[in-house]
T-cell receptor
């Protein structure tokens, strides 16, 4: 089946640093990738949608200068949290979708803790 | 218009029982309704999905019932097992284009042995 790998699975860093999270589709070409944020015991909130080679489309209220998304190839998208602060601590999850009506497949998420 | 309301928030059933989770949507333009299962510390996994041209879909022990006129859909888990204990999310979206999804608030299911 379709596999989406997300790395790292857990990261702890100091306030003010930038953190990059990678999302890879391992066995299919992901024409569209999505980034979600999930707080404990809450639902998934879509942050942005990206197509390979295009600028990401951000949801209302998501700071595009804070959360930089790059979808440089059909198998890789990255999310960079710039100048991270404790309020950015959360569970970040990516998903990927191939062409021709394929459903979204999710990675296992990255738990980000900012001290 | 973009909300998907999910109930109950939590559910406890005995092994072999049939938990039912309900969702309601507002936007009649939605044409894709998936259900996801999420274990702690993991990403959601697609269980089953339905489109509005059918009223029911079964895959293994999982069944979706869909009521287009009421704008409601539900997940039934037959012969539930302790391994089914997880959080379940319904979602609604558009199957064409990017397939953006709006997620329900989640139901934490516990299946007791």
């Amino acid at each position: 089946g379709a596999v989406v790998s997300q790395h790292p699975s857990w990261v702890i860093c100091k306030s003010g640093t930038s953190v990059k999270i990678e999302c890879r589709s391992l066995d299919f070409q992901a024409t569209t990738m999505f980034w979600y944020r999930q707080f404990p015991k809450q639902s998934l909130m879509l942050m942005a949608t990206s197509n390979e080679g295009s600028k990401a489309t951000y949801e209302q209220g998501v700071e595009k200068d804070k959360f930089l998304i790059n979808h440089a190839s059909l198998t890789l998208s990255t999310l960079t949290v710039t100048s991270a602060h404790p309020e950015d601590s959360s569970f970040y999850i990516c998903s990927a979708r191939g062409p021709n009506g394929q459903p979204q497949h999710f990675g296992d998420g990255t738990r980000l803790s900012i001290l | 218009q973009q909300q998907v309301k999910q109930s109950p928030q939590s559910l406890i059933v005995q092994k072999g029982g049939i938990p039912i989770i309900n969702c309601a949507y507002e936007n009649t333009a939605f044409d894709y309704f998936p259900w996801y299962q999420q274990f702690p510390g993991k990403g959601p996994a697609l269980l089953i999905a339905i489109r509005p041209d059918v009223s029911e879909k079964k895959e293994g022990r999982f069944t979706i019932s869909f009521n287009k006129s009421a704008k409601q859909f539900s997940l039934h888990i037959m012969d539930s097992q302790p391994g089914d204990s997880a959080t379940y999310f319904c979602a609604a979206g558009w199957d064409t284009g990017f397939q953006k999804l709006v997620f329900g608030t989640g139901t934490r299911l516990l299946v007791s042995p």
